[in-house]
């Protein structure tokens, strides 16, 4: 056979590996642009979601995670001091997977992000 032979790893290197804090830094500074300031509205809150989604989404790809399939969940609701508690649950590779949060309140609206 001439030529080299081309090799096929499964696993991200470890220069392309998840790393939660820079993804929930590229979080924080996405959500607080878009979302600094604004006030709940109910009717908005779906499109908004999706937009902030596909906005990370993106940012996250060009960090090089192109090995790993992103999941974005965006909850938006409105703040009156009453608690909220999600689960999620998936399947994983422990050396090679994780995930991020970031949380945002103000005075009228709470936003959970995890991808």
């Not at 945002?104 to 609206?109: A, C, F, G, T």
Request: proline share 3%; glycine share 6%.
């Amino acid at each position: 056979m001439e030529g080299a032979a081309t090799i096929h790893s499964i696993r991200p290197t470890q220069q392309h590996r998840f790393r939660p804090a820079v993804v929930s830094s590229c979080i924080r500074e996405l959500v607080r642009e878009q979302l600094g300031g604004e006030s709940y509205d109910s009717e908005r809150s779906a499109e908004t979601a999706q937009t902030l989604s596909k906005r990370i989404t993106d940012r996250l790809k060009e960090l090089g995670l192109d090995r790993y399939k992103l999941v974005v969940q965006v909850v938006i609701g409105e703040q009156r001091g009453e608690g909220v508690q999600m689960a999620s649950r998936c399947f994983w590779d422990a050396d090679t997977d994780s995930c991020a949060k970031d949380v945002y309140m103000n005075v009228s609206l709470k936003i959970s992000v995890k991808p």
